[in-house]
Structure formats: C-alpha cells, structure tokens
C-alpha cells in the first residue's frame, strides 16, 4: 500500500535538515596540530566516504521500502534517494573543477 506523501510533513522534514546542517561545522575543515594547514587528501577523503554512505543508506532504504516494510516510507526513501543523487552530482562537479585546474596548471609554461 502506498502512502500519500503529506507536505507539511515533508516540508518540516526539509527545514530540520537545513538547520542541522547549518548547525554542523564541518569536522574534517580542523586544522592540524599545528594550527596552520588543511590536509585536503583528509578532507577529500571524508567527503568522498560521506557521499558513500549516503548512496549505501539511500539503497537500503529503497530495498526496505521494495520488501514492504511498513517503518519505511515511500517519501522516506525517494528524500534519502535525492539526497544521494545531489550529493553525487556535487561530488562529481568538484571533481570536474579539480580536474580542469590540473589542466590548466599543466599548460602553464615554466
């Protein structure tokens, strides 16, 4: 049986997420012990493994969703399903960026 997605409910949901995340400083962004460089493997790293297990989450939601688990809602796993795709998209972006700056450095001349 599929449940209507209410969209009050899916709005406060929308809003709790964006404050939780302008209320979580980005652990990976600390310094090192010397106060004075951002390892950026470290923090490309976090970043890549957080794509992952969002993707990895999204997929066991919408498998728990296909099985009929009555915890597990339609809009539930279609927001954990978008989530993992934006932050794919993101990801995939940044790595076009980083790409294009290696080009560029390449061509410059010494």
């Known amino acids: 049986m599929i449940n209507a997605i209410d969209p009050n409910q899916l709005l406060t949901q929308m809003r709790a997420a964006q404050s939780h995340a302008m209320q979580q400083p980005l652990a990976s962004l600390q310094t090192n012990e ?9 923090l490309l790293k976090t970043a890549v493994n957080q794509v992952n297990e969002t993707q990895q989450a999204a997929g066991k939601l919408k498998t728990a969703f296909e099985m009929g688990d009555p915890n597990v809602s339609l809009a539930d796993a279609m927001i954990a399903s978008q989530k993992a795709s934006v932050a794919f998209e993101a990801t995939l972006q940044v ?5 294009k700056a290696y080009e560029e450095v390449m061509r410059m001349s010494v």
Do not use: E, I, W
């Open 34 to 42: 010397t106060g004075s460089r951002v390892d950026f493997t470290s």
């Open 95 to 99: 790595r076009n960026k980083l790409v």
